[in-house]
């Protein structure tokens, strides 16, 4: 089964305070967004996805944030301010790692945020390594589930496919 976006937001809901670091395991990775998951530091979590996936992130943020003026981009600034507690005039001049750091902290208050506590405390019960792919599958909260990592440089990171999709639909 694969980790749903929510899961993953509430776990990448990112080590301690330092920030989450990219392993040299897959192993490693899993352990350091416990820290973060933990923690609730969500930049440090930003910052355990795979390196190509926040760089078109942001491009495809900046790309809808030109879109912002128009009517529909009006109406969903107002809705993105009211679902996340932002203010909609100062969302145009957020990164996409600022913008996906308030919306953790908005789910992190939500009653599905329990889902960050149950991972910081899961446990690993397989790990399955191809090249410069991995899958761990993993117990939290009595529940099983996994996780794709991707090798980059050395380090291992969170596969980057929840946060493209997050970038690419906004």
């Given at each position: 089964?694969?980790?749903?976006?929510?899961?993953?937001?509430?776990l990448l809901l990112f080590a301690a305070c330092s920030g989450g670091s990219a392993g040299t395991t897959p192993q490693a990775t899993f352990e350091s967004m416990?820290?973060?998951?933990?923690?609730?530091?969500?930049?440090?979590?930003?910052?355990?996805?795979?390196?190509?996936?926040?760089?078109?992130?942001?491009?495809?943020?900046q790309e809808q944030k030109k879109k912002l003026d128009s009517p529909e981009g009006k109406m969903g600034l107002k809705m993105m301010a009211g679902m996340f507690?932002?203010?909609?005039?100062?969302?145009?001049?957020?990164?996409?790692?600022?913008?996906?750091?308030?919306?953790?902290?908005?789910?992190?208050?939500?009653?599905?945020?329990?889902?960050?506590?149950?991972?910081?405390?899961?446990?690993?019960?397989?790990?399955?390594?191809?090249?410069?792919?991995?899958?761990?599958?993993?117990?939290?909260?009595?529940?099983?589930?996994?996780?794709?990592?991707?090798?980059?440089?050395?380090?291992?990171?969170?596969?980057?496919?929840?946060?493209?999709?997050?970038?690419?639909?906004?």
């Amino acid at each position: 089964m694969r980790i749903g976006v929510a899961v993953l937001a509430g776990l990448l809901l990112f080590a301690a305070c330092s920030g989450g670091s990219a392993g040299t395991t897959p192993q490693a990775t899993f352990e350091s967004m416990k820290k973060v998951a933990g923690a609730k530091d969500w930049g440090g979590l930003y910052d355990l996805v795979e390196p190509s996936a926040r760089e078109e992130a942001e491009k495809n943020w900046q790309e809808q944030k030109k879109k912002l003026d128009s009517p529909e981009g009006k109406m969903g600034l107002k809705m993105m301010a009211g679902m996340f507690g932002l203010d909609a005039e100062k969302i145009p001049e957020m990164s996409m790692k600022e913008l996906f750091v308030a919306m953790l902290e908005k789910f992190s208050d939500m009653p599905q945020g329990k889902k960050v506590q149950e991972f910081a405390e899961a446990t690993i019960l397989d790990t399955k390594i191809d090249g410069d792919k991995a899958t761990i599958k993993f117990k939290a909260g009595g529940k099983e589930d996994s996780m794709n990592l991707k090798k980059v440089g050395g380090s291992w990171y969170l596969d980057g496919s929840m946060l493209r999709g997050m970038s690419g639909g906004m």
